[in-house]
């Protein structure tokens, strides 16, 4: 079975849900923008420890924390099921492969 025969059977099989790859996309994304708001606390917190942005940052940071930890796991269910696909997919073409030998 050709490598784009089994990436239209994994399309069709996860309908909507996006792939792996661009859940990874999504969450390095993301990742980056926590990065940014977590140097901008660290600097918000060394001119002004007392200010009134570092609970809006904290408030940011956390949201932006879950959201990373809710796309990996997304990512790693979504890359699971590729795998187990393109496990199926490779036996059944060694069954149909062994039953044309036989």
Known sequence: MAARDKDS??????????RAAQWRALRQSLAERLGGLRRARLL???????????TRL???????E???????????VAEFVENS???TLARSAADAQGEVGE
């Open 66 to 76: 879950r959201q990373v930890a809710a796309l990996e796991t997304e990512e790693v």
């Open 9 to 18: 059977i994994i399309e069709e099989f996860l309908g909507d849900t996006p």
């Open 44 to 54: 918000e917190a060394q001119t002004d420890p007392a200010s009134e942005k570092l």
């Open 85 to 87: 696909l393109h496990v």
């Open 58 to 64: 904290d408030k940011e940071i956390a949201s932006l």
